[in-house]
T-cell receptor
Framework: DSGVTQTPKHLITATGQRVTLRCSPR?????VYWYQQSLDQGLQFLIQ???????AKGNILERFSAQQFPDLHSELNLSSLELGDSALYFC????????????FGNGTRLTVT | GESVGLHLPTLSVQEGDNSIINCAYS??????FIWYKQESGKGPQFIID?????DKRQGQRVTVLLNKTVKHLSLQIAATQPGDSAVYFC??????????FGTGTRLQVFP
């Protein structure tokens, strides 16, 4: 158990809809990362927060947004969903940022129909 | 695309043999590297990491080798077991706050 909690585990929704994925980092970790993993693909970095502030941005679509709250949990919002958004979305946390291991949750599987 | 890649998409080994999974990276500024193991239905699990001021680091049954001259990283698993079957990813940090992952190698262990 990595200590990172993601909810929900599964999400099925229709095109055009909006969903929110939630992540609770490991106790004490200040950095939260979001990654997208499509079928048989690697992990694509979306965005990182550190202690509530956006720190780094990857290939995140404008339809997607995220935030980290004062209690350090994070949410990833996906809107105007398309079929191609179907993927596993992983949250990870680390103590210090890029030069310490990221600890991953078990992901949210999003299916857009 | 991303700068981290893998030579072999699938590696099949016999139980008890040693496994070597390779990874090439293109960013010479990268100074921190991690290997992850991902089992079906789970998130990536940290295996071992190495900083660029080292060329070798050992863990329990695993060794990571870093060759900065040719920008190559490898993961060696000793006495491979069925439980080692998974997809293995290398990842690099280029002194920013993001970790870039390769496409992964599937390790299959047969009896």
């Amino acid at each position: 158990d990595s200590g990172v909690t993601q909810t929900p585990k599964h999400l099925i929704t229709a095109t055009g809809q909006r969903v929110t994925l939630r992540c609770s980092p490991r106790s004490g970790d200040l950095s939260v990362y979001w990654y997208q993993q499509s079928l048989d693909q690697g992990l694509q970095f979306l965005i990182q927060y550190y202690n509530g502030e956006e720190r780094a941005k990857g290939n995140i679509l404008e339809r997607f947004s995220a935030q980290q709250f004062p209690d350090l949990h994070s949410e990833l919002n996906l809107s105007s969903l398309e079929l191609g958004d179907s993927a596993l979305y992983f949250c990870a946390s680390s103590a210090r940022g890029g030069h310490s291991p990221l600890h991953f949750g078990n992901g949210t599987r999003l299916t857009v129909t | 695309g991303e700068s981290v890649g893998l030579h072999l998409p699938t590696l099949s080994v016999q139980e008890g043999d040693n496994s070597i999974i390779n990874c090439a990276y293109s960013n010479s500024a990268s100074d921190y590297f991690i290997w992850y193991k991902q089992e079906s239905g789970k998130g990536p699990q940290f295996i071992i990491d190495i900083r660029s001021n080292m060329d070798k680091r050992q863990g329990q049954r695993v060794t990571v080798l870093l060759n900065k001259t040719v920008k190559h990283l490898s993961l060696q698993i000793a006495a491979t077991q069925p439980g080692d079957s998974a997809v293995y990813f290398c990842a690099e940090n280029d002194n920013t706050d993001k970790l870039i992952f390769g496409t992964g190698t599937r390790l299959q262990v047969f009896p």
